[in-house]
């Protein structure tokens, strides 16, 4: 294809793409009071374990239509995001080698799973952290919640931990690149096992041990399960590799 057929694929694959998100979008506008509930939740229980008074605040006018429109538009990404990722691998794929084709696929199949696991992950935790954080006003004051700055924050926290449970991924692919080694991976276990803990520790930051160490498990077993497909993916190059005798020199 020429330079012009590739920016008209684009622009084909791009306009699918945004059709896909507008539909989802326009059916996340209607399932949006129901996630909204469920963000909410959290401020409910405030009410009940701390005694006090606590409420979403809409400060502008405008602000609870534009809260909407955002619940809306990622809503709209999520649901739509089969189209979308199909768009992308289509204007991808033509131009990648089969080894190529295998990565990226391997990749975005495994990414997309883990990163919504992480996601419910950061749902399951994210009541607990609401309550840590609100329970350090004084009993007697109120909790006015900002209602786009809370949605922010479950966004921001979300986000961030589907990204770690998806780290494992880039750890194998840059061992499939040989970048690092499985032996590096290993070694690094123990850095490894204390930024895990941090990070649960973070963001799990109430008194319940139980939430932290649900979170950190699975990030655990998946750094593990990192090095064992390094250690299989090393053994393999090894074996394709000339002998080398002791003198250093190709047998």
């Not at 294809?1 to 622009?11: P, V």
């Not at 952290?129 to 922010?152: G, H, K, W």
């Not at 499985?182 to 008194?207: C, E, G, Y």
């Amino acid at each position: 294809m020429s330079l012009g057929q590739h920016l008209l694929e684009l622009r084909k694959r791009l306009f699918l793409a945004a059709l896909g998100i507008l539909v989802g979008a326009i059916a996340g506008w209607f399932l949006s009071s129901f996630v909204w509930d469920g963000l909410r939740e959290p401020i409910y229980a405030i009410v009940r374990a701390q005694n006090r008074n606590a409420q979403i605040n809409y400060p502008d006018i405008t602000s609870a239509f534009d809260l909407k429109l955002r619940i809306s538009f990622y809503v709209g990404l999520i649901v739509s995001s089969p189209m979308w990722l199909y768009q992308i691998f289509a204007f991808l794929t033509p131009g990648l080698t089969r080894k190529e084709k295998q990565y990226t696929f391997g990749f975005f199949f495994t990414a997309v799973p883990l990163f919504l696991a992480g996601c419910a992950a950061g749902w399951y935790v994210l009541p607990h952290v609401v309550e840590l954080m609100t329970s350090f006003a004084p009993r007697q004051d109120a909790a006015l919640i900002n209602a786009q700055n809370y949605f922010d924050f479950v966004l921001k926290l979300m986000i961030a931990i589907g990204i770690a449970f998806v780290l494992p991924v880039f750890i194998v692919l840059l061992n499939f690149a040989g970048v690092i080694s499985a032996r590096s991976i290993i070694k690094s276990w123990r850095v490894a096992m204390l930024v895990i803990i941090l990070f649960t520790a973070i963001a799990t930051p109430a008194a319940d041990l139980v939430s932290m160490f649900l979170l950190a498990i699975p990030m655990v077993v998946l750094y593990f399960a990192a090095y064992g497909i390094a250690v299989l993916h090393d053994r393999r190059v090894a074996r394709r590799l000339p002998p080398v005798g002791s003198d250093g020199l190709l047998l």
